[in-house]
T-cell receptor, first 111, second 112 residues
Framework: RKEVEQDPGPFNVPEGATVAFNCTYS??????FFWYRQDCRKEPKLLMS???SGNEDGRFTAQLNRASQYISLLIRDSKLSDSATYLC????????????FGQGTELSVKP | EPEVTQTPSHQVTQMGQEVILRCVPI?????FYWYRQILGQKVEFLVS????????KSEIFDDQFSVERPDGSNFTLKIRSTKLEDSAMYFC??????????FGPGTRLTVT
């Protein structure tokens, strides 16, 4: 079983749509959680850390359910510039540990 | 805004040759990492480095790989004898005080 699993997509949505990505992780000892975005052939860029209480940054909302080992990302009012691959990432420790990446979910926002 | 830098952006080498990939992490960060991403696959951890020594390494990071922090700013990944399957994007990252890792733009390594 993969340690971090994501639906690979692609998700094709019109501009202005709301889109949700889901992710599950298998190791209950995981400590910290992130969403990164990656554009084609570029580096992963941190979108947001994910906290148990849930957190929001503008159009983006992330949720963590430790009991279900489930992480989500919601994008509201999607823009053409949101087209990218969204990576669900976990870390087993808080400080210094390696990041474990999911395969990524591809999003394509169309006009 | 400080950022992680990497050189070169693209390296082409022949099988069996040695390559050195260079990174300049963000200056006040203490943990440094190398990851790789084979085309079409997920990002994979290679090695982490703290206090001038390796703190963790993956199965991929075998005897052909080494890392060094030769001075106060550079962080290098050396592959002694490259194989075709080493062709990938190699990303350097460093850790902030908030335990978030920021990535450099990557070096695309092509082994022919």
């Amino acid at each position: 079983r993969k340690e971090v699993e994501q639906d690979p997509g692609p998700f094709n949505v019109p501009e202005g749509a709301t889109v949700a990505f889901n992710c599950t992780y298998s190791n209950s000892a995981s400590q910290s959680f992130f969403w990164y975005r990656q554009d084609c052939r570029k580096e992963p860029k941190l979108l947001m850390s994910v906290y148990s209480s849930g957190n929001e940054d503008g159009r983006f909302t992330a949720q963590l359910n430790r009991a279900s080992q489930y992480i989500s990302l919601l994008i509201r009012d999607s823009k053409l510039s949101d087209s990218a691959t969204y990576l669900c990432v976990v870390n087993r420790v808080q400080q210094g540990g390696k990041l474990i990446f999911g395969q990524g979910t591809e999003l394509s926002v169309k006009p | 805004e400080p950022e992680v830098t990497q050189t070169p952006s693209h390296q082409v080498t022949q099988m069996g040759q040695e390559v050195i990939l260079r990174c300049v992490p963000i200056s006040n960060h203490l943990y440094f990492y190398w990851y790789r991403q084979i085309l079409g696959q997920k990002v994979e951890f290679l090695v982490s480095f703290y206090n001038n020594e390796i703190s963790e390494k993956s199965e991929i990071f075998d005897d052909q790989f080494s890392v060094e922090r030769p001075d106060g700013s550079n962080f290098t990944l050396k592959i002694r004898s490259t194989k075709l399957e080493d062709s990938a994007m190699y990303f350097c990252a460093s850790l902030t005080a908030y335990y978030e890792q920021y990535f450099g733009p990557g070096t695309r390594l092509t082994v022919t």
